[in-house]
């Protein structure tokens, strides 16, 4: 309940509509060890499991001791963040008697940073905007007015950006207060007992999963589109009786474009597809990501090295729980889901306002597309897994831009075929409501590569772009919409699960007469 109070405030006072509407955010408490003990409700596996390891970045730089009544923290470091320099990170302590007892952290994608801006077109860290090490941000709760500046001077919107980083200290604040009135509520003077009690029984629990299956190595690999070629995800997964070991031997090498990942966001969304399938219902902490050990070789797409370019690591990233899949369907066949559409379909878009051509504005709509079939029912139709983060209302972004949504709907057809069916993807049409051009930032994946059924379930429809006229649109990288163009984007569907022919006449008809299927 605290955790989740803690990320409520952040929504409700964000400014960014990817915050405030999307909820791509992550909150959690954790022990002055720096483990985590407890995560919001809201917020992306992304954000939370990597936020999960970034605390102990931050005591590394700041030990305990060292920490004072009102001091706030904050980076955006990716490789000790959440991936790329859009995640601002905030861990604040908490003090009990001048005793820290506890440490609150949070996590918000801001609305730019600088730099080339979301897209794929940077080749270092270095073009892809501010990079705010580990630092004490505040000192009684007053920030640092020489770094506030350097931010305001470094981002196209600063006002956006600085209410989002002050969300981001208020949802702590609130988040501490209180985890100090439970702990007088229930006479604690620290967490220390409570603190072992989650993260023992968790690994317990997750360690009494793993126990019922079988021993063994699975392996499966994945091709995805990339930029410049193709790329494979190779995926070995190892059950043992103390844990699981996913690796990523043999996949593709970094790549001189903004898709590459950190270490912390190949862990993060590769232990969240585990836990999707082993032991879901078990509370997400660090007792329950210890028994999963995730690597991958240095100098990989999933391990880039600084100063590897990693803008839109999520492009990459959100595929993992996918690899994941491919092995643990063979270990649990009747508890994986098809492969879906995974890397968000996010629209980006700046240009002019009509009516003040000096005034600039940024778009940041998140979408998706399919879901994949699950066990027993029908793939999610436009849906965000594994990110979790909503669609964004096309009348928020018609507010804060001179944008108009001409046609969202559902994409007949684009779902797998099979005994359950995939999700469905959507149709939008975008354009200037006057005769204004605007950039359009693509960052797709499935265009070339759809998501594949399983157990004999059809492919997903491939994902594709393209202007009114016709002219084709790239996949990842920035396409400039000429005046009175606009933009049609078809999102991929899911991949279908099991044997068409077994699909139940009734629900066929049901998919026709809904308009899924035309055929």
């Given at each position: 309940a605290v955790v989740q109070e803690q990320a409520t405030t952040l929504?409700?006072?964000?400014?960014?509509?990817?915050?405030?509407?999307?909820g791509d955010l992550s909150a959690g408490v954790f022990d002055p060890q720096g483990r985590m003990l407890a995560q919001s409700i809201t917020g992306t596996p992304g954000h939370v499991n990597s936020m999960a390891?970034?605390?102990?970045?931050?005591?590394?730089?700041?030990?305990?001791?060292?920490?004072?009544?009102?001091?706030?923290?904050?980076?955006?470091?990716?490789?000790?963040?959440?991936?790329?320099?859009?995640?601002?990170?905030?861990?604040?302590p908490v003090f009990l008697e001048d005793v820290v007892v506890a440490l609150f952290a949070c996590t918000s994608h801001v609305v730019d940073i600088g730099g080339v801006g979301f897209s794929?077109?940077?080749?270092?860290?270095?073009?892809?905007?501010?990079?705010?090490?580990?630092?004490?941000?505040?000192?009684?709760?007053?920030?640092?007015?020489?770094?506030?500046?350097i931010i305001e001077s470094n981002v196209r919107d600063g006002v956006q950006v600085m209410g989002d980083i002050y969300s981001l200290a208020a949802c702590n604040r609130v988040g501490a207060a209180r985890l100090l009135d439970m702990m007088q509520e229930y006479q604690l003077t620290d967490l220390d007992e409570l603190g072992r009690h989650i993260i023992d029984t968790s690994k317990t629990a997750m360690l009494a999963e793993i126990s019922r299956l079988p021993s063994g190595t699975w392996?499966?690999?994945?091709?995805?589109?990339?930029?410049?070629?193709?790329?494979?995800i190779v995926t070995e997964l190892v059950i043992e009786d103390d844990g699981i070991i996913v690796r990523f031997d043999g996949t593709s090498s970094v790549q001189p474009h903004g898709i590459n990942v950190p270490m912390s966001y190949t862990d993060a969304y590769t232990s969240f597809g585990v836990r999707c399938i082993i032991g879901p219902n078990i509370?997400?902490?660090?007792?329950?990501?210890?028994?999963?050990?995730?690597?991958?070789?240095?100098?990989?797409?999933?391990?880039?090295?600084?100063?590897?370019?990693?803008?839109?690591?999520?492009?990459?990233?959100?595929?993992l729980p996918d690899a994941v899949y491919g092995c643990l369907s063979?270990?649990?066949?009747?508890?994986?889901?098809?492969?879906?559409?995974?890397?968000?379909?996010?629209?980006?878009?700046?240009g002019a306002?009509?009516?003040?051509?000096?005034?600039?504005?940024?778009?940041?709509?998140?979408?998706?597309?399919?879901?994949?079939?699950?066990?027993?029912?029908?793939?999610?139709?436009?849906?965000?897994?594994?990110?979790?983060?909503?669609?964004?209302?096309?009348?928020?972004?018609?507010?804060?831009?001179?944008?108009?949504?001409?046609?969202?709907?559902?994409?007949?057809?684009?779902?797998?075929?099979g005994e359950f069916r995939g999700g469905l993807g959507?149709?939008?049409?975008?354009?200037?409501?006057?005769?204004?051009?605007?950039?359009?930032?693509a960052t797709f994946e499935r265009v070339r590569y759809a998501a594949r059924g399983r157990q004999g379930g059809g492919n997903g429809s491939n994902g594709h772009l393209e202007l009114d006229d016709g002219t084709p649109v790239a996949a990842k990288g920035n396409t400039t919409v000429p005046p009175g163009r606009r933009l049609r984007i078809e999102f991929p569907g899911g991949g279908g699960l099991g044997d068409p022919l077994n699909r139940q006449a009734q629900a066929r008809s049901k998919d026709k007469r809904l308009g899924y299927v035309t055929d």
């Open positions: 929504v409700r006072s964000a400014f960014s509509t990817s915050t405030r509407e999307a390891a970034s605390v102990g970045h931050f005591l590394a730089e700041f030990p305990v001791q060292t920490m004072r009544p009102g001091d706030i923290y904050l980076t955006n470091d990716p490789w000790k963040g959440t991936g790329h320099l859009f995640d601002v990170v905030v861990v604040t794929a077109t940077s080749r270092e860290i270095f073009h892809e905007g501010l990079q705010l090490p580990i630092m004490r941000f505040a000192v009684d709760e007053v920030f640092d007015q020489n770094v506030v500046k392996h499966s690999q994945m091709r995805v589109d990339g930029v410049d070629e193709p790329l494979d509370p997400n902490n660090a007792g329950s990501l210890e028994v999963i050990q995730v690597s991958a070789p240095l100098g990989c797409i999933l391990n880039a090295p600084r100063p590897a370019a990693v803008n839109i690591r999520h492009v990459m990233g959100q595929m063979q270990v649990l066949p009747d508890k994986v889901p098809a492969e879906g559409t995974s890397s968000l379909w996010n629209l980006l878009a700046s306002w009509d009516d003040q051509p000096n005034k600039q504005f940024m778009m940041m709509s998140f979408n998706s597309g399919g879901a994949g079939a699950r066990p027993g029912q029908d793939g999610l139709s436009a849906t965000a897994f594994p990110s979790g983060v909503k669609n964004m209302p096309v009348e928020i972004n018609e507010v804060v831009s001179p944008l108009v949504f001409w046609r969202k709907e559902l994409r007949p057809d684009s779902g797998g075929d959507q149709v939008v049409e975008l354009g200037h409501r006057t005769d204004g051009e605007f950039v359009f930032s």
